[in-house]
T-cell receptor
Framework: TQLLEQSPQFLSIQEGENLTVYCNSS?????LQWYRQEPGEGPVLLVT???GGEVKKLKRLTFQFGDARKDSSLHITAAQPGDTGLYLC????????????WGAGTKLIIKP | ETGVTQTPRHLVMGMTNKKSLKCEQH?????MYWYKQSAKKPLELMFV???????ENNSVPSRFSPECPNSSHLFLHLHTLQPEDSALYLC???????????????FGPGTRLTVL
């Protein structure tokens, strides 16, 4: 069974602090995506990484794909209340074109 | 309407009821999905349709019955559900079935289902 372990499960920090969320697996992924889900809404794609070692930046968010394509991290600099939400990672594999491996999510709360 | 819409947004039903969830995508996509989202668990893929044909039925109990009458609409018919079926049911669409390559999925807001 392929798993994507996401940590931490829950994080509550003050505005302005930095944080990192991790997704780890023993499986190799052809792609890795990060989604953010706000209360009452569906997940929205933030970024897709496909190359081992790849780093992508989206304003204060930095995403990294591990060299071996088995893990990924999301780093937020100077967190804002608007960053509050459920962060989900999802990995694509060569086994299936439609079955992604999903992490259980990190619930992030940024307090003003 | 734009994107992916779902109705109803909330549903409470008894175990003997029959109800249906509706999803509509306005993106011209060819693939549609039903997911179940439970707290602290990974998203569970239930059904996948590509060009109105069912591609995947992930060992889902028969009390869940999908229907895809055209490429823009997807239904999930529910009957004799159990309390453990209470969850957020998400519909999603993508241009094609290329998720392994990082194709984006667009999600609806979900239907919050409570089974009493």
């Amino acid at each position: 069974t392929q798993l994507l372990e996401q940590s931490p499960q829950f994080l509550s920090i003050q505005e302005g602090e930095n944080l990192t969320v991790y997704c780890n697996s023993s499986s190799v992924f052809s792609s890795l995506q990060w989604y953010r889900q706000e209360p009452g809404e569906g997940p929205v794609l933030l970024v897709t990484v496909v190359t081992g070692g790849e780093v992508k930046k989206l304003k204060r968010l930095t995403f990294q794909f591990g060299d071996a394509r088995k893990d990924s991290s999301l780093h937020i600099t100077a967190a804002q209340p608007g960053d509050t939400g459920l962060y989900l990672c999802a990995g694509g594999t060569e086994d299936s074109n439609y079955q992604l491996i999903w992490g259980a999510g990190t619930k992030l709360i940024i307090k003003p | 309407e734009t994107g992916v819409t779902q109705t109803p947004r909330h549903l409470v039903m008894g175990m003997t009821n029959k109800k249906s969830l509706k999803c509509e995508q306005h993106l011209g996509h060819n693939a549609m999905y039903w997911y179940k989202q439970s707290a602290k668990k990974p998203l569970e893929l239930m059904f996948v349709y590509s060009l109105e044909e069912r591609v995947e039925n992930n060992s889902v109990p028969s009390r869940f019955s999908p229907e895809c009458p055209n490429s823009s609409h997807l239904f999930l018919h529910l009957h004799t559900l159990q309390p453990e079926d209470s969850a957020l049911y998400l519909c999603a669409s993508s241009q094609d079935l290329q998720l392994a390559g990082g194709e984006e999925q667009f999600f609806g807001p979900g239907t919050r289902l409570t089974v009493l």
